[in-house]
């Protein structure tokens, strides 16, 4: 029976062990990195809260739905939908799903692992003293970053190097090193974060950037701003692609989901807002563009860095926390493509690790190429990075978490959804199921048609 299966690929130790392993997933280059450029990109305040609207109404139910539905099926997202449509009654084609979340992993991971690349190299520019110069520090530190996105072979390199390590941790099991390396590192992260926080409260335009990301102006966001939103939404928080179900379906029996969903999401928005509360204030008071694009937080925390005193220190942590937060987020994305491999084909979790990754590092070529010698290549008007970005953040995943609700609040019977949250009051569990069920699908569909101008 589902109630006692156990996933044959282990088991979490125990719920804070989940936790931990969720928020490590949750937490990555999607809160420090992305989340101030898109802001910035998108006009600061008015973005944000229809980032924080569409993760309380649509991004948490559709946590506690895959996590939900993870544990239930105890297998790869793959054959945990084929399992659960088979009991459910429902056609089988469901499991293409798990297909799409496959996919769409490996797609975010091939550029995630390009810019985590970039972390580590930061790490090794501020023990070196690079983030010094001479004159003018902003001139120096784009200098620094130009010179560097524009070499292909420093970028490759950088890239190989996170793709081998997350490939490391993975062919342990995730359960393995991880859980012990994020129990300390996460908490380091949020620490150093509020020292940035500090250092940005001196800078002088600490108000101009709390009233950027905070005094929403809503002139300043059209239908994309709001699909760029709710993508991210499902980036910060590992949903719509089957990260969480595969971590779900190693969560022992016991543990309140719905709870457990609370802290991660949670945790996750409180970094993100924290990098942008330390990030910001350095963009104004140093003259720069909110809207510079991904390099933003390699353009800006170096400068904050090389002025303050503790700076070569203070830098060289924050990347190397940067480069963790980075590998426990990367994990989630490969780790339903290993688990299918080792139930169907058969094969070691080594050698499904070995191919997954190989095919990874080929993708993540195009994005390195997208910054120097292929910049001027452009599909849909767009980079390969920009597209891979748009495709799976703005298309993909909301599309997965889509389905996901579907399944979990009109596919899947009452019975075994009740019996799996086993939440004890009835309100809450019918608030989730309304939610899953209404809300959440509903809004993506609408924002949706909202961006190909139906509404
Ligand atoms: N959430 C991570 C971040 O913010 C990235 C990530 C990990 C992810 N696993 C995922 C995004 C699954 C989407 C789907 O950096």
């Known amino acids: 029976m589902t109630e006692t299966k156990q996933s044959i690929h282990g088991a979490w130790s125990s719920r804070f062990a989940f936790i931990l392993a969720a928020t490590g997933s949750a937490v990555g280059l999607g809160n420090i990195w992305k989340f101030p450029y898109i802001t910035g990109e998108n006009g600061g305040g008015a973005f944000v809260l229809v980032y924080l609207l569409c993760v309380a109404l649509i991004g948490i139910p559709i946590m506690i739905a895959e996590t939900m539905m993870g544990r239930r099926g105890r297998q790869s997202p793959i054959n945990t939908m084929q399992t659960l449509a088979r009991d459910a009654g429902a056609d089988e084609s469901w499991h293409y799903l798990g297909w799409l979340g496959v996919v769409t992993g490996f797609l975010i991971l091939s550029y995630y692992s390009v810019i985590a690349g970039w972390a580590i190299s930061y790490v090794f520019k501020s023990l070196s003293g690079s983030f010094y110069g001479d004159g003018d520090s902003v001139d120096h530190i784009a200098k620094l970053f130009d010179g560097f996105i524009g070499s292909p072979m420093q970028l490759v390199f950088w890239h190989s190097l996170f793709m081998l390590a997350t490939m490391a941790v993975v062919v342990r099991g995730v359960q393995g090193g991880l859980e012990k390396a994020v129990r300390f590192l996460m908490p380091s992260l949020f620490a150093l974060l509020l020292v940035m926080v500090g250092y940005a409260m001196s800078s002088g335009a600490y108000q101009q950037g709390l009233d950027f990301m905070f005094d929403p102006d809503f002139s300043k966001i059209d239908g994309h701003s709001i699909l760029t939103a709710m993508g991210h939404a499902f980036f910060t928080l590992s949903l719509g692609m089957g990260a969480i179900m595969v971590y779900g379906s190693y969560l022992p029996k ?144 909301p599309i997965g978490g889509f389905f996901v609700a579907v399944f979990a609040g009109w596919i899947m019977l009452r019975q075994h959804s009740e019996e799996e949250l086993e939440i004890g009051s009835a309100p809450a569990y019918d608030l989730w199921r309304f939610l899953v069920r209404y809300v959440s699908p509903a809004a993506v569909f609408l924002v949706f048609l909202n961006v190909v101008g139906v509404l």
């Not at 457990?260 to 350095?282: E, H, Q």
């Not at 400068?303 to 203070?314: N, R, T």
């Open 254 to 397: 016991g543990v309140s989901i719905a709870k457990t969903s609370f802290i991660v999401a949670g945790a996750d928005t409180a970094v993100a807002l924290l990098a942008g509360i330390a990030i910001f204030p350095i963009v104004f008071a140093n003259n720069l563009e909110p809207s510079s694009g991904p390099g933003l937080i390699f353009q800006t925390l170096p400068i904050a860095f090389g002025q303050m005193s503790g700076g070569l220190i203070f830098g060289t942590l924050f990347f190397i926390l940067l480069v963790f937060a980075a590998l426990s987020s990367s994990i989630s994305l490969i780790e339903p493509a290993v688990a299918w491999l080792v139930e169907n084909h058969n094969i070691t979790r080594k050698k499904a690790c070995v191919w997954a990754g190989l095919l990874t590092w080929l993708l993540g070529l195009g994005t390195v190429f997208s910054f120097n010698i292929w910049s001027d290549f452009k599909l849909f008007d767009r980079t390969i990075f920009n597209l891979l970005d748009y495709l799976t953040a703005n298309l993909l995943l």
